[in-house]
C-alpha cells in the first residue's frame, strides 16, 4: 500500500502549520523546510496569511493538487480534510500524526475507519495517526528532534512509537549510527510494520537499499506478512532486529496443558523471528548495539582475540562471550612468541591480549596484523581501548580505522573513555566508524547475532510421509474439545509416533482382562479429567490382578471419570513435546526435557510448524539440558535422532490436522535407542482450523 507519494512526494501540503515551533504542526514544517525539501510546500492556516515565510491556505479547497498531506489538526477535523484531499486534490498519501483516534476511545476508532475507508478507496496511503511521520532523505516529515545523519548506508528504523523511535534515535547517534529512513506507524489503521517490511522487500535494491532494519513492535497484526517479508529481506543480504513489547502476559489464557501453560507471548514472538532469520532484543540499548554491528563487517566464525590495556574489561568482555557461546581460545604457538617481542615486559598474548596501559598506537597495529594473519584459529577481534586522560590517543584510534578498512576478519572497537577521550571518539566517528562503549553489551549483542538461526524457507521444509486418510477420518469424526484415547493412539500411530501398548476399560472385567494381554508391571490412569495427577488419577508398578481391581474402583470413583487407560509400564529419561495453536500464527511446537525441567525449570524450545531438520536441530541444541542427549556421568546418550524425528512427525501431523488446538505428548520416556510416548492428550477446535 505504501506508494511514491509517500516515499518521494513532488509536493507536501502541511495541514495546521504553525509560526510557532513548539507546536507539533510548527516543527513539522520547520524540519521540511530545514531538510531542503525539492518539490512544491504548500501550508494551510486559516489564522495565519504566512506561516514561516510560506503562504498559508486558508483551507485545503484553495490548495494545488498534492501528493502528500501532513495533518497536525484536532481529531474531529480530520475526516472531512481528507475527503477534499483524496476526492479534489489527488492526494495519494497521509500521514496524521495527530492524537484522539483508537488509542482514546471508541468513537475515536470509528473515526480512524472512516478516515482508512476513504484513503482505500481512491487508492491511497495512509500512516498513523498518532505517530511522529516519516523521515527520509527526500523530506524531513516529523515533528520531533533529533534529524539523524540520513545515508543509505544507515539503517531503517520502523517503530509503533513515536517517542521510542525518538529515543532509539538518541540512543544511536552518540555511538555513530546513521539512518536511511525512520517510519513512525502510531496506530498502524492501514500501514504497519508489516506492510512497511512488505514495500522494503518489494522494492529493495541492493544498490542503494538499506541492508540493515530495526525494529520497535507493540503489536504483530498479520504475522505471516511479517514472516514472508522480513526472512525475504533477510534472504536479499539485509540484517533485522526487533523489540516486541508487551509480551510478558501469556493473554489471560486457560491453560489446560504443558504447552498451554508454557506457550507465552514472549515465546511465540521468539519462534516467529528465529524462524524469520530477525535477532530478538529485548530493549533499545540492546537495538542500537546490534544494529551497530550489523554496520560491520561479518563474523564468519566464534572464536574471538581480545587485544586490550584494560585487564578487567577484558575479564567482563571473555565471561560475556564465552556465557553466549562464542570463545575466547587461548593463544599459544611460535607466532605468538614472536608477538610477545614486539610489545613491553609484563605484555601477555594468551588471549585476551594485554598490551599494558603503556601499549602504543604501532604495537596495536602489530597485534591486530599477528591476528588477521598468524592466528589462524581468531574469526574476529574486539579492540578495547580507553584513557586515564593523561595523553591524547587519538594516533591509536588512527591505527584502529585503517585497520578496520584493510583487514578481511572484523574488528569490534569498544572504545569506553567518552569524557576523557571524547575529543579522539568524535574524531573516530567522523570516520563513519561506530562505537561500543561497554564491552559487556557488545559480547552479549555478538552472542544474539550469532545464535540467530538463518531464516527457514517453508518450500524447504521436508517433512516426513505420514497416513494421511487415516488421520483425516479420525479427525473428520471427532467434535471439539479433548480427543479420546482411542483416537489419540490412532493418530500417533498414523504418524509413526511410538506409543506404549494401551486399552481402556470400562469395566473391572474388561481391566483384568487387558492387564493380562500387558503383561505386569502395568500403569493405571483414569480417562476423563484432564489433570490426572492432580486428582490422584495415576497409578505406577501394578504387578498383580488383585491391585487391577482394587484400583479400578478407586478410579472410576473419580469425578468426571469415564474409564481407565491401561499401560505398559516402561522407564528411561523423561522428554516432552507439545503444539499449541496461535491465532493468526499457526502451529507452536515445544520440546524440552520431561520432570523437573519442563515442571520447574521450564527449559523448553519452540518453532513453528512447518519445522525443518534444521529447527528440531536447534531447539534441541538450544535446551539448557541439551547435553544429556550425549550421556552424562555414565549415563548412556539418547537417540537424538529419532527424537527429531518425532519433533519432524509431530509437524506433518499438525499440517494434516489444522483442527488440532493442543497437543501434548509428556512424557515420552527415552532408553537406550528408543523413544516412547507414555501420555498423550490432543485438543481439537474446528472454528479454528485453517489448512497451510
Sequence with gaps: MINDSLINPKSIVVVGASNNKNKPGG??????????????????????????????????????????????????????????????????AFIIISAGFSEETEEGHKLEQQIVEVINEVGACLIGPNCIGVLNVNYHGVFTTPIPKLSSKG?????????????????????????NSVFSVGNAAQIGVEEVLEYMDNSF??????????????????????YIHASSLIEKGCKIAAIKSGTSVAGGRAASSHTGALATSDEVVRALFRKSGIVYCNGRAELITIGSIFTYKELTGKNFAIITHAGGSAVMLTDALSKGGLEVPEIQNKSANELLDYLYPGSSVKNPIDFLATGTADQLGIIIDYCEHKFDEIDGIIVVFGSPGLFNVQNV???LNVKMDVCKKPIFPVLPSII????????????????????VELGKALCAIYNTPKPMKMEDVKLPQIDKKTIRNVIDHC???????????????????PITKEFVAKTEKEAQKFATELGFPIVMKVVGPVHKTDVNGVVLNVNDLETVQQEFKRLTNIKDATGVLLQQMVSGIELFIGAKKEENYGHLV?????????EILQDVSSAFSPITKQEATYMIDSLKGH?????????????????????????????????IEELDLNPLLAKDDAIIAVDARISVNFSHANYV
Design 27 to 92: 516543527k513539522l514544517l520547520s524540519n521540511i523546510i530545514e531538510g531542503n525539501f525539492k518539490g512544491n510546500l504548500s501550508v494551510v492556516n486559516p489564522k495565519e496569511s504566512e506561516v514561516q515565510n510560506i503562504t498559508s491556505y486558508k483551507t485545503v479547497n484553495e490548495i494545488p493538487t498534492t501528493d502528500l498531506a501532513v495533518l497536525a489538526i484536532p481529531a474531529k477535523f480530520c475526516l472531512e480534510t481528507i475527503k477534499t484531499l483524496a476526492y479534489k486534490k489527488n492526494t495519494k
Design 155 to 179: 539503517c531503517d528504523l520502523i517503530s509503533s512509537s513515536g517517542a521510542t523511535a525518538v529515543f532509539i534515535m538518541e540512543a544511536g547517534m552518540p555511538v555513530g549510527l546513521t539512518f
Design 205 to 226: 535494491d541492493p544498490q542503494t537499499s538499506s541492508k540493515i532494519k530495526l525494529l520497535y513492535i507493540e503489536e504483530i497484526k498479520d504475522p505471516i506478512k511479517f
Design 397 to 399: 584510534y588512527k591505527v
Design 420 to 439: 576523557n577521550a571524547q575529543n579522539e571518539i568524535d574524531y573516530f566517528l567522523s570516520k563513519g566508524r561506530l562505537n561500543f562503549p561497554d564491552e
Design 479 to 497: 467434535n471439539d474439545g479433548f480427543l479420546s484415547p482411542q483416537d489419540v493412539t490412532k493418530l500417533l500411530e498414523a504418524a509413526n509416533i
Design 590 to 598: 515445544m520440546c524440552g526435557l520431561g520432570g523437573i525441567f519442563i
Design 627 to 659: 547435553k544429556i542427549f550425549d550421556g552424562v556421568r555414565g549415563g548412556d546418550p539418547l537417540n537424538k535422532t529419532l527424537f527429531i524425528d518425532i519433533i519432524q512427525r509431530i509437524s506433518a501431523l499438525l499440517k494434516l490436522a489444522p483442527e
